[in-house]
């Protein structure tokens, strides 16, 4: 690590500066990142300060960056993590360090276990804080905070005292200064004895981690950037409840009451995470990332023959009608209206198709073709005004094709 560029957050407190003194001690290649959320008026300032001198003494770069709080309505501690973790993901991207360091220690990892118990959690929030996770690395996370004190202490050592830290009124410093003393008053051992459960946590981990990509090799089928998942296949999985949460947690999921009526429901029905949908599919569940961009309709002038956007099509006139296939129609140009457009499906849509009698609402077309709720969202369709023109890859609308009193043909190309 010693040849890498490193990034240390730096706080100016005690644990951040011992990291900051070892690594200049052993000869590492770092920066250090300072974060001032000017919530303790000057001594916010004063802190920034402390940091920039020690800096400039040792002649090492440091970055500084400050955050307006004021407006925050949530928790200002989690708006602050967000907000400095964002920040040191781009400083490492845009200056080239190899790894991020926090000077998180033992006590913090047993005050975020605490935390993490009180709220409810599975195995992964019992694990506390990672000593890596990415590109993020904690050294010092195995010691404890009177360890690390002692060699402050023992090394001269200097910091600032973040005075916030001793207000109970944020449920960390609660834990902090009121529980843990009390646990470690009960047993002398007992911060020994959690890293202990800690490393135990990490055992029983790794091998669910490895049971669960065996899982997910027999289960999981990739189509299109969709994961299609058997039903009958979870239904024998015992407690379900429990596989599911180990299977889908990863995708953000939490709703594990509605996922298992899932299971049962009728086709259609969905359930949504933050980041991605499971979509009950006849025999099988069907999971999506959402779509970040909303659907909109794409305009086709008569003088364009050629788009890429939102898909590749090209309009040509021939003077005879070649081979049909999916990706290929030939249209009586002088019957369609422009601007065409292309948009996807919505409720009610119909059209006539080629080779039948009638009309044909789109939604019995796509459950004859046995759509998939995400195949109906994706498929794209070609209009003339409220008229659909072209059910791409599909059929085209008998209102549209050639006949014996045809003047153009204009042949489209869609390069799927």
Not at 148 to 165: P, Y
Not at 252 to 261: K, R
Request: some cysteine; glycine content about 6%; aromatic content about 10%.
């Amino acid at each position: 690590m010693k040849k890498k560029g490193l990034l240390l957050a730096c706080s100016g407190g005690m644990d951040s500066m011992v990291l900051a003194h070892l690594l200049l001690e052993n000869g590492y290649n770092f920066s250090i990142a300072h974060c001032n959320y000017k919530l303790r008026a000057m001594d916010s300032d004063r802190d920034e300060e402390f940091v920039a001198a020690w800096a400039t003494k040792n002649k090492i770069t440091a970055f500084f960056k400050t955050f307006d709080l004021s407006h925050e309505t949530g928790s200002v501690q989690l708006k602050a993590r967000e907000l400095r973790y964002d920040w040191f993901q781009k400083l490492a991207t845009t200056k080239g360090f190899d790894h991020i360091l926090t000077a998180h220690h033992l006590d913090d990892d047993l005050e975020t276990f605490l935390i993490n118990l009180s709220r409810g959690t599975g195995l992964e929030g019992l694990r506390g804080i990672p000593r890596k996770n990415q590109d993020i690395i904690r050294p010092l996370l195995t010691f404890s905070k009177d360890e690390i004190l002692e060699f402050a202490k023992a090394n001269g050592i200097t910091w600032r005292e973040d005075l916030s830290n001793k207000d109970v009124k944020y449920l960390r410093n609660e834990i902090r200064h009121e529980i843990i003393p009390k646990l470690k008053e009960l047993n002398a051992t007992f911060l020994s004895n959690f890293q202990q459960t800690q490393e135990y946590l990490d055992y029983s981990s790794q091998l669910l981690g490895n049971y669960k990509e065996e899982l997910k090799v027999g289960l999981f089928t990739e189509t299109d950037g969709e994961i299609h998942i058997p039903i009958s296949e979870l239904d024998k999985l015992n407690p379900l409840k429990g596989y599911l949460h180990l299977l889908f947690r990863d995708f953000g999921f939490t709703q594990w009451e509605d996922l298992t009526h899932l299971l049962t429901v009728q086709s259609g029905k969905e359930v949504r995470s933050r980041t991605h949908r499971m979509i009950k599919d006849r025999d099988y569940l069907i999971l999506a990332p959402i779509a970040k961009s909303e659907e909109k309709v794409f305009l086709l002038t008569e003088d364009e023959n050629h788009i890429k956007e939102p898909l590749q099509l090209t309009m040509d006139v021939v003077d005879v009608i070649g081979a049909f296939s999916p990706n290929v129609i030939y249209v009586d140009k002088e019957k369609l209206n422009y601007p065409l457009k292309l948009r996807k499906w919505k409720i009610g849509d119909y059209f006539y198709p080629l080779g039948m009698e009638g009309r044909k609402k789109l939604s019995k077309f796509f459950k004859d073709e046995k759509y998939t709720t995400l195949q109906k969202e994706s498929q794209w369709l070609l209009c003339s005004g409220d008229k659909i023109v072209w059910v791409l890859g599909k059929r085209l609308d008998d209102r549209f094709k050639v006949t014996g009193v045809t003047k153009e043909i204009l042949k489209f190309t869609w390069v799927s």
